[in-house]
């Protein structure tokens, strides 16, 4: 008998393809940009929830970790909300960055551990400046991942995530190696947290999107090479 084609969606297929995408740029590049990258109903279910969330469940972003933390209003001025699995949304991105963890950890050993996540909101005029995510060294935020939220962003509205390369401007090349990022719906930028520099331009009107980060084991970390 022969077997009818199947007219379902296979999602596993679809996000090994991307997955194994995102592998080789940060393999060959350190960073991957990657357009139409976020599963449609996954980002619709983001979205969704971004705009409903009530304005009250934003807090300002800061700067540093725990005691660290303050607000600075010079370097950052979005509102952020932290990513729990306690929404369809929520828990559906948190599984399918699960399995991007696992097959980045099994194509590139990177050991990544944990991940964390918020959704940003940039009303019109907010910025971040210049910033890396994390120090070398410190062997904590191993890899950013941002998705964005907008549909039909258009480039007059500003709002592009700016990424140094510096690596190219070290090797000579004359031009500055400077990558803008439309943040346009479903795109999806991943970057190794201590080599790129970024930061985000003003946008005309609210931008959302969500930035996470993939961690290495902390106990581990903190015991990594150490001193002979
Ligand atoms: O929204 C973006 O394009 C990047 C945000 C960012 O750099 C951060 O939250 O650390
Ligand atoms: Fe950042």
Known sequence: ????????????????????SI???ISTKG??????ALPEHLAQLLLEQVTELPEQQF???????????????????????WITGNSVAGSAWIKWTQSLQAYLNRRLFLGLF?????????????FYKKHKDAFTGEGNR????????????????????????????????????IIKVTPSFGTMV???????????????CDRYSIAGWFRLNNSIANNIDPPS
């Open 1 to 20: 008998m022969l077997l009818q084609p199947q007219f379902t969606v296979d999602t596993d297929s679809t996000d090994t393809s991307l997955f194994e």
């Open 23 to 25: 592998s080789d740029d």
């Open 31 to 36: 960073y991957s940009i990657r357009p139409y």
């Open 59 to 81: 807090k300002r972003a800061g700067i540093g970790r725990a005691q660290d933390h303050i607000i600075n209003d010079f370097v950052r001025t979005d509102e952020i909300c």
């Open 114 to 126: 944990s991940f964390e996540s918020h959704f940003a909101h940039y009303a019109k005029g907010d």
């Open 142 to 177: 191993v890899l950013s991942v941002v998705v964005y939220l907008n549909q039909h962003w258009v480039a007059d509205n500003g709002g592009e995530l700016v990424i140094y390369d510096d690596k190219q401007i070290n090797s000579g090349i004359i031009d500055d190696h």
């Open 190 to 204: 991943v970057f190794l947290s201590e080599e790129f520099p970024h930061e985000v331009l003003p946008a005309k």
